[in-house]
C-alpha cells in the first residue's frame, strides 16, 4: 500500500489519480428534460476548488475531471 487514501471513499489504494470532482446539477421544477430551461445559461454542473487523489472505483462511479498533476 502507499499509505495514501482516495480521497472521495478513503480506501487506500496505490493506483489513485489526480481528479477535480463534479456536482452535477439537479433540473428546476418543469424544467426541460434536457434539465435546463431555454433561458438557463449554465453548464448544469459545478466544478468544486479542491484537487483530489481518488481510486479506480470512485473514478469509475463519480463525475469527475482528470488533472494533470504536474
Do not use: K, N
Request: hydrophobic share 25%; net charge negative.
Amino acid at each position: 500500500m502507499s499509505g495514501e487514501a482516495c480521497g472521495s471513499c478513503g480506501r487506500d489504494g496505490e493506483d489513485l489519480e489526480t481528479v477535480q470532482r463534479v456536482y452535477l446539477d439537479a433540473p428546476a421544477p418543469g424544467a426541460s428534460e434536457r434539465g435546463h430551461d431555454a433561458t438557463d445559461d449554465s453548464p448544469g454542473y459545478t466544478l468544486t476548488d479542491d484537487i483530489e487523489q481518488w481510486c479506480p472505483t470512485c473514478r469509475l462511479t463519480f463525475p469527475h475531471l482528470p488533472v494533470d498533476p504536474s
